[in-house]
């Protein structure tokens, strides 16, 4: 099995009917030791920013695997994989959320549609913009190598706040400076760009879209009303995932 940029191990005890989720431990057979030996079912789960998934899967010996258990696990990640394949569970760095927001950028290029003239040519490349967050500009980087050619290939950039960024596609604003931003939404959007923060106002002063960690999850918010002045698609399948909030009525 390849090694993932991410692991994490869904185990579920069927008698508290709990579900927890350990991240990156040394080896599959954590998951069933020490303080954890109450859970009688694990799914490994690997992961890379490219959005490949392996899976596999463990009954622990101390207890018969659970059917209904196993089949409320794997809808449970059906859901949640289904446009969060390179997403984690129950962080506790911000550096590893960082990452977390850099996968999740990276697949909305894959479900945002842009308008033709947004691209000189037909195949001029994507451009993300990540605005102070180095971190979420090295994993980007990373995933670009991995990715398969296309029609618009995927080119990154770090940023400062106060260069320019009309060639930008995506642009990421990190907490520290995006609130700088709030007064050139209407601008940016004139330009088809999807801007991506995470400050706590983000989508409803204008942004496109908000991620924010809840709980240990990302959780989006979509303003679909900038989207919709952004001449900018977004998939039923982030909609669906996301709280869609509209924008301050006049």
């Known amino acids: 099995m390849g090694m993932g940029v991410l692991n994490y191990y869904f185990c579920i005890d069927s008698v508290k009917k709990k579900l927890y989720v350990l991240h990156n431990l040394k080896s599959e057979r954590n998951c069933t030791l020490t303080h954890f030996f109450f859970l009688n079912v694990c799914v490994k789960i690997n992961i890379d920013l490219d959005g490949r998934v392996y899976m596999r899967f463990y ?19 059906l859901t949640t994989f289904l446009l969060l394949s390179p997403t984690a569970y129950a962080q506790d760095s911000d550096v590893v959320f960082d990452k977390v927001k850099a996968a999740l950028i990276f697949k909305f290029t894959s479900f945002v ?21 180095k971190t979420i500009y090295n994993e980007l980087k990373k995933a670009v190598k991995k990715m398969k050619p296309s ?17 930008c ?14 007064n050139r939404f209407e601008e940016l959007h004139k330009l088809s760009m999807l801007t991506i923060g995470d400050d706590e106002k983000f989508a409803r002063e204008g942004g496109i879209i908000r991620i924010s ?12 009303d900038s989207a919709k002045d952004s001449n900018l698609v977004i998939s039923s399948q982030v909609l669906k995932l996301s709280k869609v909030i509209r924008n301050k009525e006049e």
């Open 59 to 77: 009954k622990k010996l101390y207890k018969p695997g659970n059917t209904l258990c196993t089949t409320v696990c794997f809808s449970f990640l």
């Open 113 to 133: 549609k842009w308008p033709d003239e947004a691209f000189d040519k037909d195949n001029s490349p994507l451009k993300i913009c990540i605005v102070e967050n």
């Open 169 to 182: 596609h995506i642009i990421f604003l990190d907490e520290s400076i995006s609130r700088k931003f709030y």
């Open 151 to 167: 029609s618009h290939p995927v080119e990154v950039f770090y940023k400062t706040w106060d260069e320019d960024f009309e060639s």
């Open 213 to 224: 960690e809840n709980n240990n999850r990302p959780d989006l918010e979509v303003n679909i």
